[in-house]
T-cell receptor, first 113, second 115 residues
Framework: GAGVSQTPSNKVTEKGKYVELRCDPISGHTALYWYRQSLGQGPEFLIYFQGTGAADDSGLPNDRFFAVRPEGSVSTLKIQRTERGDSAVYLC???????????FGPGTRLTVL | AQSVTQLDSHVSVSEGTPVLLRCNYSSSYSPSLFWYVQHPNKGLQLLLKYTSAATLVKGINGFEAEFKKSETSFHLTKPSAHMSDAAEYFCVVSDAMNRDDKIIFGKGTRLHILP
């Protein structure tokens, strides 16, 4: 079956612009996670959804970052007023339950010039 | 609060020799522990996980890890390295029983396989 997909695979934007990153989880997975991976680092947790609600958004670095999952499936990570320090690979993962195996997408590489 | 430390940022072994990737963790409760592998230009893939059952966990591709509570370690091993094992490996800790638990990734260990 289809795995987790993320679009776009690459996004180049200018400082100050707004971007949206999309994640399509595995069908039926109720848990969805966003991570950010900077060069040479492990993935850093951003936010976790259980169904439509953000069960834990404590990893979002500041209020420029926001994520939604309105129908409990597709999720969008939104970054306002992008900064060069936001450049990273943004990873999405889904799982069938909170402690289950997380299946990762290929990531979106965001470059802020 | 949880934390995880991968003791080596790079490990090089010759093909056919054993692999040891070290991971130490700290956790207030009973942790769940995972190892993920990330090949270049590919998504993260689960190798194995420990969730309070058997302390010796067998995973895919011949990898295994042993949970040692007394040493707070969860080292990843493989008896004989293959060239295809060259990748980045991440140790992950999670405290599922803790309402405030976080999923914490280590900084990763890059495994190099020498011909």
């Amino acid at each position: 079956g289809a795995g987790v997909s993320q679009t776009p695979s690459n996004k180049v934007t200018e400082k100050g612009k707004y971007v949206e990153l999309r994640c399509d989880p595995i069908s039926g997975h109720t848990a969805l996670y966003w991570y950010r991976q900077s060069l040479g680092q492990g993935p850093e947790f951003l936010i976790y959804f259980q169904g439509t609600g953000a069960a834990d958004d404590s990893g979002l670095p500041n209020d420029r970052f926001f994520a939604v999952r309105p129908e409990g499936s597709v999720s969008t990570l939104k970054i306002q007023r992008t900064e060069r320090g936001d450049s990273a690979v943004y990873l999405c993962a889904s799982s069938s339950h909170r402690t289950g195996e997380q299946f990762f997408g290929p990531g979106t590489r965001l470059t802020v010039l | 609060a949880q934390s995880v430390t991968q003791l080596d940022s790079h490990v090089s072994v010759s093909e056919g020799t054993p692999v040891l990737l070290r991971c130490n963790y700290s956790s207030s409760y009973s942790p769940s522990l995972f190892w993920y592998v990330q090949h270049p230009n590919k998504g993260l893939q689960l190798l194995l996980k420990y969730t309070s059952a058997a302390t010796l966990v067998k995973g895919i591709n011949g990898f295994e890890a042993e949970f040692k509570k007394s040493e707070t370690s969860f080292h990843l091993t493989k008896p004989s390295a293959h060239m295809s094992d060259a990748a980045e490996y991440f140790c992950v800790v999670s405290d599922a029983m803790n309402r405030d638990d976080k999923i914490i990734f280590g900084k990763g260990t890059r495994l190099h396989i020498l011909p």
